[in-house]
């Protein structure tokens, strides 16, 4: 589904991403997991066309997007639905009208058509009957939810996850994880999550990849990335202040 090679993204003098390679298969959920500022969000937004690498190329179903301009890139971003970190909802708009904000704008729907499509989405993330507060409203956990039923109105091909449980307790984090694995389980949708929750990656992955120092230095299934003899791997994922990792 996704393929990247050699991607390459410095910002002046700071090189984040260097000759990356990547596959994500279709149906798959990759986590890439990393610490904070390592390049995981810039990765995501490569995916998605926002930032143009230095060198390097992606393959969306086996299409080259790194040189396409906005409008060739169109068509690919209405397969790809992306859950920012934050929930980026407009304050200043109902639940409904954040939920059918990608409707309303890209597809000519009628209003009841947008809000029967806004309430089955909302009983996808487990929310019904909130069509009408305001974020300001919502808890931290639900508008998380809220933010992924927005990209489900889309019916995505591929769902991009940044830090998903990041600014969430405990218990809502594991709500959150229980979510998306039920819908990739439910919509068979090919998902990439970005996270350094090293137990979310555990419970919703079915693959692990760690970016460090701007390459993907490890790949495995869970059980396998658990069990790593890599230094780098076993000091992140039990959150040792010793190792080779530089503190």
Same mark, same amino acid.
């Given at each position: *589904?996704?393929?990247?090679?050699?991607?390459?993204?410095? +910002? #002046? @003098? %700071?090189? $984040?991403?260097? &000759?990356?390679?990547?596959?994500?298969?279709?149906?798959?959920?990759?986590?890439?997991?990393?610490?904070?500022?390592?390049?995981?969000?810039?990765?995501?937004?490569?995916?998605m066309g926002l930032l143009k690498p230095d060198r390097?190329?992606?393959?969306?179903?086996?299409?080259?997007?790194?040189?396409?301009?906005?409008?060739?890139?169109?068509?690919?971003?209405?397969? *790809?639905?992306?859950?920012?970190?934050?929930?980026?909802? +407009? #304050? @200043? %708009?109902? $639940?409904?009208? &954040?939920?059918?904000?990608?409707?309303?704008?890209?597809?000519?729907?009628?209003?009841?058509?947008?809000?029967?499509?806004?309430?089955?989405?909302?009983?996808?993330?487990?929310?019904?009957?909130?069509?009408?507060?305001?974020?300001?409203?919502?808890?931290?956990?639900?508008?998380?939810?809220?933010?992924?039923?927005?990209?489900?109105?889309?019916?995505?091909?591929?769902?991009?996850?940044?830090?998903?449980?990041?600014?969430?307790?405990?218990?809502?984090?594991?709500?959150? &994880?229980?979510?998306?694995?039920?819908?990739?389980?439910?919509?068979?949708?090919?998902?990439?999550?970005?996270?350094?929750?090293?137990?979310?990656?555990?419970?919703?992955?079915?693959?692990?990849?760690?970016?460090?120092?701007?390459?993907?230095?490890?790949?495995?299934?869970?059980?396998?990335i658990q069990n790593t003899k890599d230094p780098i791997?076993?000091?992140?994922?039990?959150?040792?202040?010793?190792?080779?990792?530089?503190?």
């Open positions: *589904m996704i393929r990247i090679e050699g991607l390459s993204k410095s +910002f #002046d @003098s %700071l090189k $984040v991403l260097d &000759n990356l390679s990547l596959e994500i298969k279709e149906g798959e959920t990759k986590v890439v997991i990393g610490r904070s500022g390592c390049g995981k969000s810039v990765l995501l937004k490569h995916i390097g190329k992606i393959f969306i179903e086996d299409k080259e997007i790194t040189q396409l301009n906005e409008e060739q890139l169109k068509p690919i971003r209405m397969k *790809m639905g992306m859950v920012f970190q934050g929930g980026a909802l +407009f #304050d @200043s %708009l109902t $639940v409904a009208e &954040n939920v059918g904000f990608v409707l309303r704008e890209h597809y000519r729907l009628d209003d009841l058509e947008i809000l029967k499509q806004v309430r089955q989405a909302l009983r996808m993330v487990e929310l019904e009957g909130i069509e009408d507060l305001m974020p300001a409203q919502l808890s931290g956990g639900m508008k998380k939810r809220v933010a992924i039923a927005r990209v489900l109105c889309m019916k995505p091909k591929i769902i991009l996850y940044d830090e998903p449980t990041t600014g969430v307790d405990p218990i809502t984090a594991d709500s959150i &994880n229980n979510l998306i694995r039920s819908l990739h389980d439910k919509l068979k949708v090919t998902s990439i999550v970005v996270t350094h929750d090293i137990r979310s990656a555990y419970k919703i992955a079915d693959r692990i990849a760690m970016l460090y120092q701007g390459k993907i230095i490890a790949e495995g299934t869970p059980f396998e791997l076993f000091q992140f994922i039990n959150g040792l202040s010793q190792g080779p990792i530089e503190t």
